[in-house]
């Protein structure tokens, strides 16, 4: 038996935290009016969830997306999908939390994708707690190729900001990250300083760069998930994050998602105005002057416009013969004036 025991220690280590994650059976989990907000239908903003380990559908993050979706409009315009994945932790045998990661990783980018594709004037929120806080950074930037709890994770592409999904993420929000690197920008609270589990590679930490912008990552000091080696170590900082920081999170997405309509209506004016200014890329208005063009689109409105136009280009037209005529008229008077000196 004592031989037994040591060898039996660090798999407990692993596991007890696992067990004791509350299923939220009885909160936000099941609440009807965040289950009534899942939907596959396009809306003007989808929210994507990854629950954490164990946890049912849709995580600890549930009422955190209704509040979300109700300062979006509520369900007429916003409504939420889970990141298909199995959600395993180490509880469940040996490799599964990596396995686990992974497949969560490669559902998010296809859901991602197919979302885009289905509806492509849609903007996506990304919401990760604890092992799904790895899946949504790991699916954007790239990820895996580290050891996370006695095993390694395979490892991923990450996803293009320029891609068609990558550009229809207008926020991230994750909790709890297990694979993290320490002193990142986008990192709020006072386990920052702290490495997760495990650090990212440099190579996908520096894919996450074009999403800095929009994305907010919360790790608790002592939280020993995402702030590794922080003391005083306790399980209740990795679970309270939905506790204190709902509401805060809440507003600081729908913030950055409307920040991010403003500066789109903003380029958008800006290159309207352009377009006037330089008379777009061609035809009779782009090279016309900047009078001729004003009159050419006043003419274009109507047809009664349009005849304004036709006897104003007459009339100028008869002003400058009648000019020439008199300028010829004149040259000829002087000529013959010299002749006859």
Known sequence: MKTTIPFLLPL????????ALPRCDSGPCDDPAVLSLQTSTCHPYHIFIARGSNSPRPGHAGELM?????????????????IEYPAKSGANGPGEWCKSAHAGT???QAQLANYTERCPESQMVLLGFSQGASVTLDSLGGGGGVQVFGCEQPENEG???QSAAGSRIAAIAVFGTTVRTAHTPYTVKDGAPF?????RLPAYQAGLKPYYSILREYCNHGDPM???????SSLDNHLNYFRNYTDEAAEWVVQTVRKGENA????????????????????IIGT???GGSRVLAMAAESPWAWWGAVMLGTTLFLCVALLAKSALSRGFLLRRRWTLL
């Open 66 to 82: 209704r509040q979300i979706c109700t300062s979006l409009g509520g369900n007429e315009t916003c409504g939420y999908e889970d």
């Open 106 to 108: 490669i559902a998010a």
């Open 195 to 199: 490495n997760g589990t495990h650090t």
């Open 226 to 232: 995402c702030a590794s080696g922080s003391k005083p």
């Open 12 to 19: 407990l280590q692993l596991i007890t935290p696992t067990l």
């Open 288 to 290: 016309a002057s900047s």
């Open 159 to 161: 996803l293009s900001r």
């Open 264 to 283: 789109k209506t903003a380029a958008e004016e800006e290159d309207l105005t352009r377009e006037g200014t330089d008379g777009g890329s061609g035809g």
